[in-house]
């Protein structure tokens, strides 16, 4: 089953501008995550950010929750070429036992 | 150690054939994971296993058989499968809090990268 829905699908920008990447949710959460996913690689765990949290940061990257609207964002500022990669934000809820993740966005950074 | 280890990165097999992945974590998490990712696509959960006992099954053919061995192993033995089961399969692990394990932040692994002919 898939909870998270990712907007927009893939983004291309040049690098030192900014990348922001939407979440949207169906069902109340205990947390919301965003990962990283380098092609055909592990996916890279970046933030949790937990249902009673409205923001969060950590280093170049914002996460903001909206429960009212069930919906996250990913902001990543400066972005850089190694910034390249697939991003996926992943719910809990609690009476799902498991981590659904969301379809991803495809970001390109060009230097 | 933060890594979670998985072999082999890639795996040829005939539909006869049987083989198996192998995940290693020790990092003392007390859950893992195998997830399946077609490309393209986000990973889609197979098993999950707390405290080295299989607590999630998502309805997979039973031509994958996951295993726990102990706390730090997690194996996958594949048993004739099908070309459509060609895909990335992914190991992940997590502490387990409060008995929840998903609460937390999952550590993956690279990846085995299966091609069935």
């Known amino acids: 089953s898939q909870q998270g829905e990712e907007d927009p699908q893939a983004l291309s920008i040049q690098e030192g501008e900014n990348a922001t990447m939407n979440c949207s949710y169906k069902?109340?959460?205990?947390?919301l995550q965003w990962y990283r996913q380098n092609s055909g690689r592990g996916l890279v765990h970046l933030i949790l950010?937990?249902?009673?949290?409205r923001e969060k940061h950590s280093g170049r990257l914002r996460v903001t929750l909206d429960t009212s609207k069930k919906s996250s964002s990913l902001l990543i500022t400066a972005s850089r070429a190694a910034d390249t990669a697939s991003y996926f934000c992943a719910t809990y809820g609690g009476s799902q036992g498991n981590l659904i993740f969301g379809k991803g966005t495809k970001l390109s950074v060009k230097p | 150690d933060t890594e979670v280890t998985q072999t082999p990165k890639h795996l040829v097999m005939g539909m006869t054939n049987k083989k198996s992945l192998k995940c290693e974590q020790h990092?003392?998490?007390?859950?893992m994971y195998w997830y399946k990712q077609k490309a393209k696509k986000p990973p889609e959960l197979m098993f999950v296993y707390s405290y080295e006992k299989l607590s999630i099954n998502e309805s997979v053919p039973s031509r994958f058989s996951p295993e726990c061995p102990n706390s730090s192993l997690l194996n996958l033995h594949l048993h004739a499968l099908q070309p459509e089961d060609s895909a990335l399969y992914l190991c992940?692990?997590?502490?387990?809090?409060?008995?929840?394990?998903?609460?937390?932040?999952?550590?993956f692994g690279p990846g085995t990268r299966l091609t069935v002919l």
């Open positions: 990092m003392g998490h007390r859950a």
């Open positions: 069902t109340s959460i205990n947390n």
């Open positions: 992940a692990s997590s502490q387990v809090d409060m008995g929840l394990a998903a609460y937390n932040e999952q550590f």
């Open positions: 950010i937990r249902s009673n949290e």
